[in-house]
């Protein structure tokens, strides 16, 4: 299957919200670091509001909403109060992801299967909002079967657990979690999902899942973020796009 169009990339800002909350106040802005994404070509921003809103704050998402140009993709947890949030906001896209207070970042993909009614009876209104509705899922086919059963329009595959092995070293690893990825990006798009990607991507380990003909669109942020510290973000981000430009074109 030749590669479908444009591959996206979505900047998460996520991590800018992390250093200004190290100490309080206002800087380093979220806004200022998604302008200048949107100035370096990112084709959309992602932030996630957490429960403990240890990054991303409610006046992060109401300032987002005002200065993007770009689509915004909120990411949430499937809460009573995210969805209210959520619905007041109308964003772009709303991404259904785990959360978990106590873990360091957001280690797996959300179980839709044993939630199926629950999260159907979710997603509905934000939809009716005209939010696109997108799974945070692994790459694991009775999930997506569960994401489309519900009527979610996209998925976003985890691609966390391919760059941990990758980061350590873990070859063979790596290379079974990225199969798993292609093989599932696949499936999804053959049943007509849109197919999304992100979570912990590199420069290193980016090439392979910009490839996959079928994956729409990569979210990428806490790398970036980190690389904008000796690059400067707009050059961080030109090297994300260019690598996956490059991956694309084959
Ligand atoms: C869902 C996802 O992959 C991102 O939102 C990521 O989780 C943000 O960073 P933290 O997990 O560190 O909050
Ligand atoms: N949904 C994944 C995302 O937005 C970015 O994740 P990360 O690159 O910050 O790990």
Redesign the pocket.
Known sequence: MAAQGKLRLGV?I??VA?VRNARGGGYPDPLRAARAAQEAGADGI???L?EDR??ITDADIEGLQEVLTVPLNF?MAATEEMQAIALRHKPHAV?I?PEKRE????EGGLEVAREENRLAHFIAPLREAGSRVSI?IAADQRQIEAANRIGAEVI?L?T?AYCDAYAEGHWEEAQKELQKLEEMSKFAHDLGLEVHA???LTYDTVSPIAAFPEVQEL?I??FLIGEAIFLGLGPAIAEMRRLMDDARKG
């Not at 873990?103 to 957001?106: D, L, Q, V, Y």
């Open positions: 998460n996520d991590h992390t992602t932030a996630h957490r240890r990054h990411e991404c992801v873990e360091r970042t957001t945070f976003e985890h966390g992100g979570h912990g979210n942020g806490h």
